[in-house]
């Protein structure tokens, strides 16, 4: 059994005992609220008497709870919806989370590779820099061979050139021994 309170509230100037199961300041809240009502519509018209301000603070104030109770009957509604889905949004929200944990599983599958591929990129640009250093001294060792090859070739050619000139006077040497061995056997013979 709930226990009574009795509140000694005053509306528009009049001393009343309210009997409820609510808490006495909420009790007072309430008849401080219909008071300012009242007093709002005596303030607007002075010529309206005590009750006929009450009887149009009551209709603001039905008007105000009734405009409330259909905001709220709305926002039932509103909140029917999401509460009758919440088990599915909670199942959505799993397998979101289930695809997510993948997503970042993967994620750092495929950081792992970008590591292992940059290594790898890394490696062949030190490679290709060996390989490039290789061929810059090989293009010199080339070039410095076909230096030495030219000069050869040079020296070849010289020496070809002094060797038909050695034989050119060699074929006149043999010339001139033939003909002075042929003038000696003639004067042998005479």
Known sequence: MTIKNKVNVTIDGRNFTVVGD???????????????????MTQKNDKLSSSMAAILACLNISDEL?????????LKKKAKDPMENY?????????????????????????DE???????????????DALNKALEMKEKELN???KLIKKLQ??????????????????EVLKTYDSEKNLFSKEEVN
């Not at 070849?156 to 006077?169: D, G, H, R, S, T």
């Open 144 to 146: 410095e061979s076909q």
């Open 66 to 74: 009734y405009r409330l109770k259909n905001e709220l009957e709305s």
């Open 154 to 171: 040079d020296k070849v050619f010289e020496n070809q050139m002094e060797l038909l000139e050695v034989k050119k006077e060699l074929e």
């Open 22 to 40: 609510s808490s006495e300041d909420y009790i007072k809240k309430l008849a401080d609220y219909v008071d300012k009502k009242i007093k709002e």
């Open 87 to 111: 088990e599915s949004i909670m199942k959505d929200l799993e397998k979101e989370r289930a695809k997510n944990e993948e997503l970042v599983k993967k994620i750092e599958a495929y950081k």
């Open 114 to 128: 970008v590591l292992d591929a940059k290594r790898q990129s890394e490696q062949l640009y030190n490679e290709i």
